[in-house]
């Protein structure tokens, strides 16, 4: 898995993220010793996600997002190019992570590199170190406002 981390700045808050996408050889890697899965798919699209089948550079369009500012860690596996609402709620995260979280993955979904969702063009080797997010919400109303119902 390629991994980039990311401290985000946003509302007064900082937080800490890793992303991460499968390389090739994990999206290759075969479902072990199952009666239906063995030898015909891969581990991955076993689970539901892009496998060997679908077209190239499908893998792209997943990326593992987990905060890691401490205990427990939150995240999951996010479809760039989605809605980052919808996304949240349909994960249950905390609500005090909401805010964060929807202005960190609006502005992932936006220029995270993508194969087939999504207008972004930066490859995870390219997402900046800190990332501010303070004046996006201010202009934009990223994160202000949201609320998990």
Same mark, same amino acid.
């Given at each position: 898995?390629?991994?980039?981390? /990311?401290?985000?700045?946003?509302?007064?808050?900082?937080?800490?993220?890793?992303?991460?996408?499968?390389?090739?050889?994990?999206?290759?890697?075969?479902?072990?010793?199952?009666? /239906?899965?063995?030898?015909?798919?891969?581990?991955?699209?076993?689970?539901?996600?892009?496998?060997?089948?679908?077209?190239?550079?499908?893998?792209?369009?997943?990326?593992? /997002?987990?905060? /890691?500012?401490?205990?427990?860690?939150?995240?999951?596996?996010?479809?760039?190019?989605?809605? @980052?609402?919808?996304?949240?709620?349909?994960?249950?995260? @905390?609500?005090?992570?909401?805010?964060?979280?929807?202005?960190?993955?609006?502005?992932?979904?936006?220029?995270?590199?993508?194969?087939?969702?999504?207008?972004? %063009?930066?490859?995870?080797?390219?997402?900046?170190?800190?990332?501010?997010? %303070?004046?996006?919400?201010?202009?934009?109303?990223?994160?202000?406002?949201?609320?998990?119902?």
């Amino acid at each position: 898995m390629r991994t980039a981390f /990311v401290v985000v700045k946003h509302d007064g808050l900082e937080g800490r993220f890793m992303v991460g996408q499968w390389d090739e050889q994990e999206a290759a890697r075969p479902y072990p010793e199952h009666p /239906v899965y063995e030898g015909h798919v891969s581990f991955l699209e076993a689970c539901g996600w892009a496998g060997r089948d679908r077209w190239a550079g499908a893998l792209l369009d997943f990326a593992l /997002v987990m905060e /890691v500012n401490g205990s427990p860690v939150e995240g999951s596996v996010f479809a760039i190019g989605g809605d @980052p609402t919808y996304d949240l709620n349909k994960r249950q995260m @905390p609500r005090h992570l909401v805010a964060m979280w929807v202005a960190f993955l609006t502005w992932l979904y936006a220029n995270l590199y993508s194969a087939g969702r999504g207008p972004g %063009s930066l490859a995870l080797a390219d997402l900046p170190a800190l990332l501010d997010l %303070s004046d996006a919400a201010k202009t934009t109303g990223i994160g202000e406002g949201e609320r998990m119902e």
